[in-house]
């Protein structure tokens, strides 16, 4: 089972430039979210995407955009990347975003560091 | 507005202690709570969560939670320890609007001592 697979593990980049952070999920799941992840800050919701050809802004989509590319895949892209943008990314799924009592499953994460 | 705190950003038990990573919660109307864990590297693995009826709630490798209305709390428990407990534990909290309104803690960092 492989759950939720995000590429790629690391990732350095120099200011200002892109990068796409891919992410896909073979559990059938119609929802899909990307979060980031900052030390004393938990997790925040950058992106979500509640079924295939729907995206919407989660709490900090500033530099990002996201695209569904069909039900299992979902990117995510930096398009001038910012020392700001320095985290922890993680993509997550869902049965949908309305049920809450079927758990967000996580994928291993992509560290990036922009210098 | 939503919101959970995780007061203790670092908390030491012994192996064979019970242990206790608290949690509390800001929420109008009824909460969806739910605790999840990060392993290093990793990424967060449900443990358990809860929606409504009984306020202990079990979950996985034997973590169970405490769901407490009055005092806005759901501290997560187990009752004797294991090295291998030791990660990142998160809290968080809906107020039924769906995953894209929860709301996650900061994390406590739990380090069980040999």
């Known amino acids: 089972n492989a759950g939720v697979t995000q590429t790629p593990k690391f990732q350095v980049l120099k200011t200002g430039q892109s990068m796409t952070l891919q992410c896909a999920q073979d559990?059938?799941?119609?929802?899909m979210y990307w979060y980031r992840q900052d030390p004393g800050m938990g997790l925040r919701l950058i992106y979500y995407s509640a079924s295939e050809g729907t995206t919407d802004k989660g709490e900090v989509p500033n530099g990002y955009n996201v695209s569904r590319l069909n039900k299992r895949e979902f990117s995510l892209r930096l398009e001038s990347a910012a020392p700001s943008q320095t985290s922890v990314y993680f993509c997550?799924?869902?049965?949908?975003?309305?049920?809450?009592?079927?758990?967000?499953?996580f994928g291993n994460g992509t560290r990036l560091t922009v210098t | 507005a939503q919101s959970v705190a995780q007061p203790e950003d670092q908390v030491n038990v012994a192996e064979g202690n019970p242990l206790t990573v608290k949690c509390t919660y800001s929420?109008?109307?009824?909460?969806?709570l739910f605790w999840y864990v990060q392993y290093p590297n990793r990424g967060l693995q449900f443990l358990l969560k809860?929606?409504?009826?009984?306020?202990l709630v079990k979950g996985s490798y034997g973590f169970e939670a405490e769901f407490n209305k009055s005092q806005t709390s759901f501290h997560l428990k187990k009752p004797s320890a294991l090295v291998s407990d030791s990660a990142l534990y998160f809290c968080?909290?809906?107020?039924?609007?769906?995953?894209?309104?929860?709301?996650f803690g900061t994390g406590t960092k739990l380090q069980v001592i040999p």
């Open positions: 809860y929606i409504t009826g009984d306020n």
């Open positions: 968080a909290v809906s107020k039924s609007g769906g995953y894209q309104k929860v709301t």
């Open positions: 559990m059938n799941h119609n929802s």
């Open positions: 997550a799924s869902s049965a949908s975003t309305g049920r809450l009592n079927s758990p967000l499953h």
């Open positions: 929420v109008s109307g009824n909460p969806y």
